[in-house]
């Protein structure tokens, strides 16, 4: 079992920063692909950014390339996401997932992600 709680939401101006925090419980932390997803009003739940295991590939989705890093520390249980340069776009519901797996790349999907935070909101004003 695994229990995910994010942090770190806001409001932010187009332009700032946010770090989200994903503090996990549980054990065997290492063995669990990790993933960021959001939901904006009125749209369908979309993947952000993924991390593999050990935290050598990530993977993100086109339009958060080059501003967002997903990053983990597998001895705190963590995983994070940096959020900069950020847009009116992004505001969303931020939910962090986690999907356990003997394979070492970063693939996760709404489909086969085994377990799910509770989500943060982010705001990104213009």
């Known amino acids: 079992q695994l229990q995910l709680v994010e942090s770190g939401g806001g409001l932010v101006q187009a332009g700032g920063s946010l770090r989200l925090s994903c503090a996990a419980s549980?054990?065997?932390?290492?063995?669990?692909?990790m993933g960021w997803f959001r939901q904006a009003p009125g749209k369908e739940r979309e993947f952000v950014a993924s991390?593999?295991?050990?935290?050598?590939?990530?993977n993100y989705e086109d339009p958060v390339k080059g501003r967002f890093i997903i990053s983990r520390d597998n001895d705190k249980k963590t995983v994070y996401l940096q959020m900069n340069s950020q847009k009116p776009e992004d505001t969303a519901l931020y939910y962090c997932a986690a999907r356990r797996t003997i394979s070492s790349d970063s693939n996760i999907s709404q489909e086969n992600a085994g377990y799910w935070g509770q989500g943060t909101q982010v705001t990104v004003s213009s």
């Open positions: 549980g054990h065997s932390f290492f063995y669990y692909t």
């Open positions: 991390i593999s295991r050990g935290g050598s590939t990530t």
